[in-house]
């Protein structure tokens, strides 16, 4: 079942808050291939299930993705919200734009519409230059909690 969300739902999505289903947000990257990767299930506080999803090469440091997901309860497939990309060539298709740097993939009506994945489009970014402060930034940018004294481990 192919569920499709506005930008409106998507952008609520993102600004819903959200914690770790275990409580803390425990960096613990394991090994698989040529990166290294860990999930982490995510509650928002309407009840919202969500994905962080993280990747790191093991021999490009460039190479790297922080990514979020929305858990819709009526499908088995998630529905990737934003994905924070290390610096790579990217094409925005509808737009005929191109970029080289590090950027942020954001799930849109548009590219849902003609059949494309929903976090085609994406924005260059300077704010941040490496895993650990890509992941910063999506934590605070998706309104990911964490408790006071806890900050994660970031490499």
Do not use: W
């Not at 734009?97 to 849109?108: G, K, N, P, Q, W």
């Not at 003609?114 to 309104?143: N, Q």
């Amino acid at each position: 079942m192919m569920i499709r969300y506005t930008d409106d739902d998507i952008e609520k999505l993102i600004l819903e808050p959200k914690r770790p289903l275990s409580g803390k947000l425990k960096l613990r990257l394991k090994s698989k291939g040529a990166h290294d990767e860990q999930d982490i299930e995510l509650m928002g506080e309407k009840g919202n299930r969500f994905r962080l999803m993280l990747r790191q090469s093991k021999v490009n440091h460039l190479d790297f993705s922080a990514i979020l997901a929305y858990c819709p309860a009526e499908t088995s497939k998630d529905f990737r919200l934003t994905r924070y990309n290390g610096k790579h060539q990217h094409s925005n298709r509808i737009e005929g734009t191109s970029l080289f740097d590090y950027h942020i993939h954001i799930a849109t009506e548009r590219y849902q519409e003609v059949g494309a994945k929903e976090e085609t489009y994406a924005e260059p970014t300077a704010r941040y230059s490496d895993f650990g402060s890509a992941l910063k930034c999506l934590l605070v940018d998706c309104h990911i909690k964490l408790s006071n004294e806890e900050t994660p481990y970031l490499f």
